[in-house]
């Protein structure tokens, strides 16, 4: 995976809630884990944030994703992320978008701004974006 050009701090920790910023039927989110990465210290858990990709848990949405595991990407969070040029950023809520097996989005457009760095990890989900900050 490609690093990101900014300090992004990592505060969404497994249990926290995240909205879906997309039309895939799902409404909400629970993170699980982060994948593809561990903590090294043991019983630590690792956080996760903007450009991460997690896995969720679907708490409200349509029947077919509802109570099942997902790949979500986040896209929004709430702490400020600094960006090499000093300017920070940050978002009113914490955000994902779903992800299919191949890393591709499963919903066709996306709601609200998405940060600069998601598209700099997953080129592909900037054709769904509908506003990059």
């Known amino acids: 995976m490609k ?8 505060t969404l920790v497994p249990g926290a809630t995240l909205t879906c910023a997309d039309n895939s039927g799902a409404y909400e989110f629970r993170m699980i884990h982060v994948i593809g990465k561990t903590d090294g210290r043991h ?4 956080a996760a944030g903007v ?10 949405g349509t029947a077919t994703y509802l109570k099942k595991p997902v ?25 994902g978008i779903m992800l299919g097996d191949d890393n591709l989005p499963i919903g066709t457009e ?6 600069r760095e998601v598209v700099e990890r997953f080129v592909k989900v900037a ?3 509908s506003r990059i900050v």
Do not use: C, H, T, Y
Not at 3 to 10: A, D, P
């Open 3 to 10: 690093g990101v050009s900014s300090r992004i701090l990592k």
């Open 43 to 46: 019983g630590k858990m690792s």
């Open 51 to 60: 450009g991460d990709l997690i896995s969720a848990s679907v708490r409200k």
């Open 71 to 95: 790949r979500v990407v986040v896209i929004r969070q709430r702490a400020a992320i600094r960006r090499s040029n000093g300017m920070r950023i940050r978002f009113e809520d914490n955000a």
């Open 110 to 115: 996306v709601k609200g701004a998405m940060a």
């Open 127 to 129: 054709g769904v974006a």
